[in-house]
């Protein structure tokens, strides 16, 4: 019993690095814009059929696929920040790029439906196969250890560089308070686009590695992104360190309801939890209160 | 948060002249439309529009009036369209009573989510909305021995026939009546949303959509506004609901997912956040011109992500905004020929 | 100053004009905000009629105080009352119901909508027709429709905002906006009108015209409460003043005495 105990939680671990990824781009632009990125999602999407494309028609590298999608969630993210957000921000509405994205959203699947076709694509990455054992009668799969590496070396790559850089602090700086940090020197609208870059760069590369695990289709990505979602909020909008132990343990909760309860009602848990955290604890479970200023 | 400008200023009483003209438009347009498209498939689709009329004037009211970002308005139609379905299987109830179970569930559920969101600013409310949606659907999916889940139900009659003493039976079997019903309903209920939006009602809504601290000031309890838009907002859904069950026979959980959501909140912005009418034309357009684009069926829902991402940047207003511009220049051509 | 504003005034305070009774009343207010202390155990009486200032330099806890007064904040601890009904716990909007109405420091107009339908925002407290008139809109509401109308225009025009009636609220220049938050804080046919600040941003000829109004509006028995951090403006119109600093009461009494109460002199001319 313990095995599985036990062997739940490494898939858990596993499942749970790969929402921090895609998670933690929405809150990362959540706290410098304190906008929702709709399209998220299909970055994700977007990225696992491009690390597909160049695995299987160019012959390339698994593992150099991965850096494939990361650059081409960045530059995604460049895209959707140029064409709606730095636009719409003149007009200073809250509620219109949130909408505008979900549109993006609702436009880029359809058009990868149409392009791609609705039946999921086999992508098995050569790693998928390889089983290794660990200790108590558990394994992991290659597939599995390298998200896990990949995945944690990112996210501490990213967290030391929000804490320790210039650019990262100047990031936090902008994400506590635009006007001041633009008064400080900093250009808040290029550090807007960095964050865009970084966060769509997290989500692509997600998407490679989530690749092989997921069903791969069109709406790859949506399955991931509304529990991305669920963490960020969970987490904390804008919160990194609240967003990591969320994803951590939403993972875990998924994989331990798959096991013991029915795998159907995932959704409805990981749901339940987000509605009872806002009911509760709307601003996450370890962020600080903002006060509206009158 | 809309950025366009608010209507004119006149006294609406004149406007209630041409609204008895456009009133009586619209019900000559209903009344003549099935006579114009006498095959099954084009009545389907108008019943669907109006349908889509429906839903669509719901959400502007709670979005585009009361300012709430309600991403979960599917929840509702589908809530209406269970309910009324099983009131009927399941407890033997007539129609029209199972129809009323269906909206008063619908609007219940609506005030529950307000309720419960009632403290949530913008985002969180979308996302708390999203995750209700994700709920009921799940619920539908996965409760089988009350929704029979994805397998669906089948059969589902159309409302009773009516037959009145003097008068040829209306049968609703009939898809023209079926659609009279709907559509008549869909007018009902814009005309009831469009009294309650001209009055202080609509004022107070408004109010609080611009700025709720302010609102407050001036008196306005917020919170329970709120919760009364999205009880009104939500009921039209489930009437919506219940219409579209017993019109299309059957009921799968997938036609409520989290896109039809989606789907609605684009006919809502394409036509003209906070118009009313507005949202009438978002809906017409969106159903008919997919159809109208026959042969590339699966670019409906392209069509939708296009319209909505491009009227959002470019034309925030919809179709309302668009034409007031058309208007502003035809009014300006006409003053400058008439000035010589 | 016209007799519809001070008959909205008078219906309200009939019976209570004796200016010796208290209209509001608070004791040992307190209210922190994470480490910040920003009102210590403010006491104050602010009797019927006549103009109250609340003064004190940036940062001595006036906001807060007005906050907790409108109901924006709760106290942490400590009573307040208005004509004796008891305020703490209750809902912004219920003390509107009372006749307590507020402006904002940092002006908070629905931009987007027309100066008069701002106005008439205020009216919806007062609207005493019948639910089911909103739907069916018979002679009732019309009636309502045209007197809201009207006495919006009566406001504009004791603001001087009539010509701009239809002109959308965030296309006013900045000293009208706040005349039209007065007229629209009016609306609401308040026993007791608190201010913020109500001179930020203005020039000195806007400044002249919005203490005009306030004096006219004392005249018409309203009580005003004005919080500002100039003191030479204060002086000009308030019969009583409550001088804060750091959260805390320095002195309440006559303006004059103000200026010479050495406490006083030291918060303004110290540090």
Same mark, same amino acid.
């Given at each position: 019993?313990?095995?599985?105990?036990?062997?739940?939680?490494?898939?858990?671990?596993?499942?749970?690095?790969?929402?921090?990824?895609?998670?933690?781009?929405?809150?990362?632009?959540?706290?410098?814009?304190?906008?929702?990125?709709?399209?998220?999602?299909?970055?994700?999407?977007?990225?696992?059929?491009?690390?597909?494309?160049?695995?299987?028609?160019?012959?390339?590298?698994?593992?150099?696929?991965?850096?494939?999608?990361?650059?081409?969630?960045?530059?995604?993210?460049?895209?959707?920040?140029?064409?709606?957000?730095?636009?719409?921000?003149?007009?200073?509405?809250?509620?219109?790029?949130?909408?505008?994205?979900?549109?993006?959203?609702?436009?880029?699947?359809?058009?990868?439906?149409?392009?791609?076709?609705?039946?999921?694509?086999?992508?098995?990455?050569?790693?998928?196969?390889?089983?290794?054992?660990?200790?108590?009668?558990?394994?992991?799969?290659?597939?599995?250890?390298?998200?896990?590496?990949?995945?944690?070396?990112?996210?501490?790559?990213?967290?030391?560089?929000?804490?320790?850089?210039?650019?990262?602090?100047?990031?936090?700086?902008?994400?506590?308070?635009?006007?001041?940090?633009?008064?400080?020197?900093?250009?808040?609208?290029?550090?807007?686009?960095?964050?865009?870059?970084?966060?769509?760069?997290?989500?692509?590369?997600?998407?490679?590695?989530?690749?092989?695990?997921?069903?791969?289709?069109?709406?790859?990505?949506?399955?991931?992104?509304?529990?991305?979602?669920?963490?960020?909020?969970?987490?904390?909008?804008?919160?990194?360190?609240?967003?990591?132990?969320?994803?951590?343990?939403?993972?875990?909760?998924?994989?331990?309801?798959?096991?013991?309860?029915?795998?159907?009602?995932?959704?409805?848990?990981?749901?339940?939890?987000?509605?009872?955290?806002?009911?509760?604890?709307?601003?996450?479970?370890?962020?600080?209160?903002?006060?509206?200023?009158? | 948060?809309?950025?366009?400008?608010?209507?004119?200023?006149?006294?609406?009483?004149?406007?209630?002249? =041409?609204?008895?003209?456009?009133?009586?438009?619209?019900?000559?347009?209903?009344?003549?439309?099935?006579?114009?498209?006498?095959?099954?498939?084009?009545?389907?689709?108008?019943?669907?529009?109006?349908?889509?009329?429906?839903?669509?004037?719901?959400?502007?009211?709670?979005?585009?009036?009361?300012?709430?970002?309600?991403?979960?308005?599917?929840?509702?139609?589908?809530?209406?369209?269970? =309910?009324?379905?099983?009131?009927?299987?399941?407890?033997?109830?007539?129609?029209?009573?199972?129809?009323?179970?269906?909206?008063?569930?619908?609007?219940?559920?609506?005030?529950?989510?307000?309720?419960?969101?009632?403290?949530?600013?913008?985002?969180?409310?979308?996302?708390?909305?999203?995750?209700?949606?994700?709920?009921?659907?799940?619920?539908?999916?996965?409760?089988?021995?009350?929704?029979?889940?994805?397998?669906?139900?089948?059969?589902?009659?159309?409302?009773?026939?009516?037959?009145?003493?003097?008068?040829?039976?209306?049968?609703?079997?009939?898809?023209?009546?079926?659609?009279?019903?709907?559509?008549?309903?869909?007018?009902?209920?814009? =005309?009831?949303?469009?009294?309650?939006?001209?009055?202080?009602?609509?004022?107070?809504?408004?109010?609080?959509?611009?700025?709720?601290?302010?609102?407050?000031?001036?008196?306005?309890?917020?919170?329970?506004?709120?919760?009364?838009?999205?009880?009104?907002?939500?009921?039209?859904?489930?009437?919506?609901?219940?219409?579209?069950?017993?019109?299309?026979?059957?009921?799968?959980?997938?036609?409520?997912?989290?896109?039809?959501?989606?789907?609605?909140?684009?006919?809502?912005?394409?036509?003209?956040?906070?118009?009313?009418?507005?949202?009438?034309?978002?809906?017409?357009?969106?159903?008919?011109?997919?159809?109208?684009?026959?042969?590339?069926?699966?670019?409906?829902?392209?069509?939708?992500?296009?319209?909505?991402?491009?009227?959002?940047?470019?034309?925030?207003?919809?179709?309302?905004?668009?034409?007031?511009?058309?208007?502003?220049?035809?009014?300006?051509?006409?003053?400058?020929?008439?000035?010589? | 100053?016209?007799?519809?504003?001070?008959?909205?005034?008078?219906?309200?305070?009939?019976?209570?004009?004796?200016?010796?009774?208290?209209?509001?009343?608070?004791?040992?207010?307190?209210?922190?905000?994470?480490?910040?202390?920003?009102?210590?155990?403010?006491?104050?009486?602010?009797?019927?009629?006549?103009?109250?200032?609340?003064?004190?330099?940036?940062?001595?806890?006036?906001?807060?105080?007005?906050?907790?007064?409108?109901? @924006?904040?709760?106290?942490?601890?400590?009573?307040?009352? @208005?004509?004796?009904?008891?305020?703490?716990? @209750?809902?912004?909007?219920?003390?509107?119901?009372?006749?307590?109405?507020?402006?904002?420091?940092?002006?908070?107009?629905?931009?987007?909508?027309?100066?008069?339908?701002?106005?008439?925002?205020?009216?919806?407290?007062?609207?005493?027709?019948?639910?089911?008139?909103?739907?069916?809109?018979?002679?009732?509401?019309?009636?309502?429709?045209?007197?809201?109308?009207?006495? %919006?225009?009566?406001? @504009?025009?004791?603001?001087?905002?009539?010509?701009?009636?239809?002109?959308?609220?965030?296309?006013?220049?900045?000293?009208?906006?706040?005349?039209?938050?007065?007229?629209?804080?009016? %609306?609401?046919?308040?026993?007791?009108?608190?201010?913020?600040?109500? %001179?930020?941003?203005?020039?000195?000829?806007?400044?002249?015209?919005?203490?005009?109004?306030?004096?006219?509006?004392? %005249?018409?028995?309203?009580?005003?409460?004005?919080?500002?951090?100039?003191?030479?403006?204060?002086?000009?119109?308030?019969?009583?003043?409550?001088?804060?600093?750091?959260?805390?009461?320095?002195?309440?009494?006559?303006?004059?005495?103000?200026?010479?109460?050495?406490?006083?002199?030291?918060?303004?001319?110290?540090?």
């Amino acid at each position: 019993m313990s095995t599985v105990l036990l062997q739940q939680g490494i898939n858990g671990v596993v499942l749970g690095s790969l929402y921090v990824l895609v998670a933690l781009g929405l809150t990362l632009i959540y706290g410098v814009l304190v906008q929702i990125n709709f399209a998220h999602a299909d970055v994700v999407t977007i990225g696992a059929f491009a690390a597909y494309f160049f695995t299987f028609t160019f012959g390339g590298n698994y593992l150099a696929s991965i850096a494939v999608a990361l650059l081409v969630g960045a530059i995604l993210g460049w895209l959707v920040n140029a064409a709606i957000f730095a636009p719409l921000r003149e007009r200073g509405s809250e509620l219109l790029p949130l909408i505008a994205t979900i549109g993006v959203s609702v436009l880029l699947q359809n058009v990868m439906l149409l392009w791609f076709g609705p039946i999921p694509y086999a992508f098995d990455s050569p790693y998928s196969n390889q089983v290794i054992r660990l200790w108590g009668g558990t394994f992991i799969t290659g597939q599995n250890l390298i998200i896990i590496v990949v995945s944690t070396l990112t996210i501490a790559l990213l967290y030391a560089f929000m804490k320790f850089t210039f650019m990262g602090k100047a990031l936090r700086a902008v994400a506590q308070d635009r006007e001041t940090a633009g008064l400080m020197g900093i250009n808040p609208n290029h550090l807007i686009m960095l964050t865009f870059v970084i966060a769509s760069a997290l989500a692509g590369m997600g998407g490679a590695m989530l690749g092989p695990i997921l069903v791969l289709t069109p709406f790859a990505g949506t399955t991931v992104i509304v529990k991305a979602f669920a963490i960020v909020i969970i987490g904390g909008f804008g919160n990194v360190e609240g967003t990591i132990i969320a994803g951590l343990l939403v993972g875990l909760i998924e994989s331990y309801t798959t096991q013991f309860v029915n795998p159907g009602l995932i959704d409805i848990v990981v749901f339940t939890l987000l509605l009872m955290m806002l009911a509760f604890r709307p601003t996450g479970l370890i962020a600080e209160k903002r006060e509206e200023n009158v | 948060m809309s950025s366009r400008d608010h209507a004119e200023l006149a006294n609406p009483f004149d406007r209630s002249s =041409v609204s008895r003209r456009w009133l009586l438009g619209a019900i000559v347009t209903i009344g003549l439309l099935p006579l114009v498209f006498q095959d099954s498939y084009w009545r389907t689709n108008l019943i669907v529009c109006a349908l889509n009329v429906m839903l669509a004037i719901g959400l502007d009211f709670i979005l585009g009036y009361a300012g709430q970002l309600n991403l979960g308005h599917s929840a509702f139609y589908g809530i209406g369209a269970y =309910v009324s379905t099983l009131v009927i299987t399941k407890l033997g109830l007539p129609f029209w009573v199972a129809f009323l179970c269906g909206i008063v569930l619908a609007g219940a559920a609506g005030m529950a989510l307000s309720m419960f969101a009632v403290r949530l600013r913008g985002h969180y409310l979308a996302i708390a909305s999203l995750g209700f949606a994700v709920i009921v659907h799940q619920v539908l999916v996965n409760w089988i021995s009350l929704t029979q889940g994805p397998l669906g139900i089948y059969g589902i009659k159309p409302p009773p026939e009516i037959a009145l003493p003097g008068l040829p039976v209306i049968s609703f079997g009939n898809s023209a009546n079926m659609f009279y019903l709907v559509a008549g309903f869909a007018l009902l209920f814009y =005309v009831l949303l469009d009294q309650l939006v001209r009055s202080p009602i609509g004022e107070t809504l408004t109010a609080i959509r611009e700025d709720e601290v302010s609102a407050s000031s001036l008196g306005i309890n917020c919170p329970a506004w709120k919760v009364f838009a999205f009880g009104a907002g939500s009921a039209v859904a489930g009437a919506a609901g219940a219409f579209y069950a017993s019109s299309v026979g059957t009921l799968v959980p997938d036609a409520f997912i989290i896109t039809e959501s989606f789907t609605i909140l684009a006919m809502v912005i394409v036509g003209g956040m906070g118009t009313l009418i507005g949202p009438v034309w978002g809906a017409i357009l969106l159903t008919v011109l997919p159809e109208v684009l026959r042969g590339f069926g699966d670019l409906r829902l392209v069509l939708y992500g296009a319209a909505l991402t491009l009227v959002v940047l470019f034309m925030p207003g919809g179709i309302v905004q668009a034409a007031q511009i058309v208007r502003a220049q035809f009014d300006r051509l006409r003053a400058r020929l008439e000035a010589g | 100053m016209s007799d519809d504003i001070s008959g909205r005034v008078a219906g309200q305070a009939d019976g209570r004009r004796n200016s010796d009774k208290v209209l509001f009343r608070s004791k040992s207010l307190n209210k922190s905000f994470g480490g910040v202390h920003a009102v210590r155990d403010i006491s104050l009486n602010i009797p019927h009629g006549g103009v109250f200032a609340i003064i004190g330099p940036n940062g001595a806890g006036k906001s807060t105080l007005l906050n907790l007064m409108s109901g @924006l904040y709760q106290p942490d601890s400590g009573t307040m009352s @208005l004509d004796g009904v008891d305020l703490v716990g @209750l809902k912004a909007h219920r003390r509107v119901r009372l006749g307590l109405a507020r402006t904002f420091q940092k002006i908070r107009l629905f931009k987007h909508l027309p100066v008069l339908d701002n106005v008439i925002a205020g009216f919806h407290i007062h609207h005493d027709i019948p639910a089911w008139q909103y739907v069916l809109q018979g002679t009732a509401f019309r009636r309502d429709y045209a007197r809201c109308r009207d006495e %919006a225009r009566k406001l @504009l025009s004791f603001v001087g905002l009539e010509e701009r009636a239809k002109a959308r609220a965030g296309s006013l220049a900045y000293g009208e906006q706040r005349m039209l938050e007065l007229a629209r804080a009016l %609306a609401t046919s308040p026993r007791l009108l608190v201010v913020d600040e109500p %001179a930020a941003g203005l020039n000195a000829a806007e400044v002249e015209k919005l203490l005009d109004r306030i004096t006219q509006l004392r %005249a018409g028995g309203m009580t005003v409460v004005i919080v500002e951090h100039n003191m030479d403006l204060v002086m000009k119109v308030a019969d009583r003043v409550l001088v804060m600093d750091y959260g805390q009461y320095l002195f309440e009494g006559a303006p004059a005495e103000a200026q010479v109460d050495p406490g006083v002199v030291a918060a303004y001319l110290g540090a």
